[in-house]
């Protein structure tokens, strides 16, 4: 039957020129109008058109109105067009009750009023075109759901979402062709009824207690909605996740119905995100996060069973050195062999965790007949101080360690790792290499050390520092040809602070570094300042601690520094100490080859301290070498440290190299230098180290006394 929207009204009757008059009145309405002469024709045209209205003439030969309007009633399509009957013949009650019984709407009696039959006409077209529109819209919303099916499917597919249902008698499941596919089951077809026990099959063996487990409950609540998640065999025999929901479905009886969906991806994400949060990515040790909370449970274990938990906290000696010299990625290395080497000391029931940088901590929970918590550190100690072959490098490492126990050091973490901390720093403090456990008493000594280290760094970063100036004479011309800077620390509190008061502890904390620069920095506008006002022919020498050399930034630093020298670099002299040759690693023969290409005059400092080699003194063709304080002290009554004296100057002399003597405190000790031909002298004879301003007239008053 075709739809169209102009509705259409079928006028029946056997006179013809009854049907042009109808059809010339309903001109007035907006409808087409198709005639039909006979009772057998309406039925005909009714099967090819969608009929709004009937007007059905009841005498009729053949066929009546009343017969046709039977017809069209019990026929399916045509039994809900309105008949209105049109007739002239049958005036009485009973006829007018026989068609309406035989399905008409409505009456209309001949001779007809055009007004009535338009406006009646007009009611049942109204109606149907009501009707017409309802129509459309389900058909629309039909369609509409249709696609919303259609693409729920596609996104279950893509989600990997399906169906499934349970047999009323609970023994048989039913599966869409999704949840078959999610499955990987290929022995079922979709809808078709897989009995409960073959599907339980398919679930992993630890998980199907949990299946029947949810089951049983939403079977005992079944207003709940339940999920449950599943590991299965999925495609290529790989493990994967499935994900249920149940639902139950009350109408006349129970049934269970629910979706299933493979969140194996989902799970994989999750547990990597997991993974990342609570274990630290270089060596797969717990991070911070994890190991404070299975300290947690250490802790309530241990407080139920009332045993003890040993807190190991583990730091590697020289660790930033190793990192420093040879690189971060042999660093790294490092820490993830020495994970393992603490995993390989410790029970399965300890946790080893990496707390950051080079800090490592071991719970290690005290239970009968295992190994007593001093075996187990020294066990740690041992095994970390054995060489690491990283990448063709041997490194040589050793933890510290400090141990707090729970219950009696403390009884929450925040206390415990504090206690274990400071226990830890007690090993650092007592040569590395060894294990403490907290005491009470440790607590005063670090506080003490904390401050100071707290303290250095503020006096670094508000630059309380500041260099005195020691002069440098030519011994042959007896002019001063340099200068010696030397740090001081104007403590707020504690005054002028000598070098031996901070820089041990510097180089210790690593602070030697920032310490470094500062020295750079103030030497570099210093000597600025000197050049500004003409005083150009000296040559400031700059102490260098080992630990700076082997900084891998030192180059750069220096770099800098140069840059900001307006005289260049000729003024700038460094000052190495004999130790840094001893090193004598590649890297630090590279770092003296670069500053002399830059320009930069090296002075090998408090040489016959370190008993470096000759090779070593030839290789950093060093300007000067400058023989340490404890030679000259003795060189007068000392005949043996005079002759040491004598052939250190006379193999220096060999290898191209001044010599400066330091610590001249007496004439005696300077004529020496001038009869065995020292170069340089430097000592309180002349002055003390002084500070900048007092170093101007010092200068001015020396050069006064010299004319
Ligand atoms: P150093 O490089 O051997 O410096 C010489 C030390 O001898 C200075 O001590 C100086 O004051 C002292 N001195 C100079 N003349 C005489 C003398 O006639 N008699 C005696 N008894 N001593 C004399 P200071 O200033 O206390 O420095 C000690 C050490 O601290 C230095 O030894 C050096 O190793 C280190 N240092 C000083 N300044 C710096 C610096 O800026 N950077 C680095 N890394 N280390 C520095
Ligand atoms: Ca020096
Ligand atoms: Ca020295």
Redesign the pocket.
């Known amino acids: 039957m075709n739809v169209d929207s102009t509705p259409k009204i079928l006028i029946v009757d056997d006179t013809p020129a009854n049907l042009v008059a109808l059809k010339l009145l309903l001109k007035k309405v907006k409808a087409e109008v198709i005639k039909a002469s006979s009772g057998a024709e309406a039925l005909q045209l009714t099967l090819e058109h969608d009929f709004a209205l009937i007007l059905l003439d009841a005498h009729m030969p053949e066929m009546d109105g009343y017969e046709t309007a039977e017809i069209l009633g019990s026929t399916p399509g045509t039994n809900t067009i309105p008949i209105i009957f049109v007739t002239a013949a049958y005036k009485d009650e009973v006829h007018r009750l026989k068609s309406y019984r035989a399905g008409a709407v409505d009456y209309i009696q001949k001779p007809i009023e055009d007004h009535i039959l338009i406006s009646k006409v007009n009611v049942f077209l109204e109606l149907y075109n009501q009707s017409f529109e309802l129509k459309s819209l389900t058909e629309n919303l039909e369609l509409l759901v249709q696609e919303r099916t259609e693409e729920l499917r596609r996104t279950n597919k893509i989600a990997s979402i399906g169906g499934w249902k349970l047999s009323l008698d609970l023994k048989y499941i039913i599966l869409s062709d999704q949840a078959l596919e999610i499955l990987n089951i290929t022995e079922y077809l979709a809808e078709q009824e897989i009995p409960i026990n073959e599907f339980m099959k398919k679930i992993h063996e630890d998980d199907r207690e949990g299946a029947l487990l949810a089951f049983s409950k939403i079977i005992k609540h079944p207003k709940k909605e339940i999920t449950f998640e599943f590991r299965f065999v999925g495609h290529e025999e790989k493990l994967r996740t499935a994900n249920i929901i149940i639902n139950a479905m009350k109408d006349k009886s129970i049934s269970f119905v629910g979706a299933i969906q493979d969140i194996t991806d989902r799970k994989e994400s999750e547990r990597a995100v997991q993974f990342m949060a609570q274990y630290d990515a270089l060596t797969q040790l717990p991070n911070r996060y994890l190991f404070n909370d299975r300290l947690d449970v250490a802790f309530a274990t241990a407080t139920r069973l009332k045993t003890k938990v040993n807190l190991i906290m583990i730091d590697l000696d020289h660790f930033k050195d190793i990192n420093d010299t040879l690189g971060h990625p042999i660093g790294d290395l490092l820490l993830i062999e020495v994970a393992q080497r603490l995993l390989g000391c410790v029970r399965d029931t300890d946790t080893v965790a990496r707390l950051g940088g080079d800090e490592f901590a071991i719970i290690a929970l005290e239970t009968q007949g295992a190994l007593t918590i001093n075996t187990l550190t020294e066990r740690c100690l041992q095994s970390l101080a054995k060489p690491f072959e990283l990448d063709g490098h041997t490194v040589h490492t050793a933890g510290s360690i400090g141990v707090a126990v729970f219950p009696d050091d403390g009884r929450n973490q925040e206390k415990i790792i504090k206690c274990a901390d400071i226990a830890l720093y007690e090993s650092k403090e007592n040569g590395r290499n060894g294990y403490h456990f907290y005491n009470q008493k440790m607590d005063e000594s670090i506080h003490l050390r904390i401050t100071e280290e707290k303290q250095l760094a503020k006096a670094i970063e508000e630059e309380q ?1 500041e ?2 100036y ?1 002069p440098q004479i030519d011994l042959n011309t007896k002019k001063v040809i340099g200068a ?5 620390w104007n403590h707020p509190e504690k005054g002028l602070l ?3 008061d901070f ?1 041990p502890l ?2 210790e904390i690593g602070l ?1 570094i920032p ?2 620069k500062l ?1 750079f920095k103030l ?1 570099a506008k210093q000597i600025n300042f000197w050049s500004q006002h003409g005083i150009l022919d000296i040559k400031i020498a ?4 080992v630990k ?1 050399i082997h900084y891998c930034d030192f180059i750069d630093m220096l770099e800098n520094t140069i840059l900001e020298l307006d005289s260049g670099v000729d003024i700038l002299e460094l ?1 190495i ?1 004999e130790m840094a040759m001893l090193e004598g690693s590649q890297n630090n023969n590279d770092v003296f080859e670069q500053l002399r290409k830059k320009g930069i005059s090296l002075v090998v ?2 040489f016959g301290t370190a008993f470096s080699s000759m090779l070593n003194l030839k290789q950093i063709s060093a300007e000067f070498l ?1 023989i ?2 404890l030679f ?2 003795n060189v007068v009554n000392d005949a043996v440290d005079a002759k040491i004296f004598k052939s250190i100057i006379e193999l220096a002399h060999t290898l191209n190299m001044k010599v400066i003597a ?4 007496t004439s005696n000790q300077l004529s020496y230098l001038l009869n065995n031909g020292c170069d340089v002298a ?4 002349y002055s ?2 002084i500070p900048a301003g007092e170093f101007i007239d010092w200068l001015i008053q020396y050069q006064d006394e010299a004319r």
């Open positions: 520092l260099l005195y020691q010696e800077a030397l740090v001081r000598l070098p031996v820089i510097a180089e030697i310490m470094g020295i030497a700059v102490n260098l601690s700076q000052e100490p400092d408090n400058k340490d304080r000259i002290k330091e610590g001249v405190e430097q000592g309180f004879i003390h180290p």
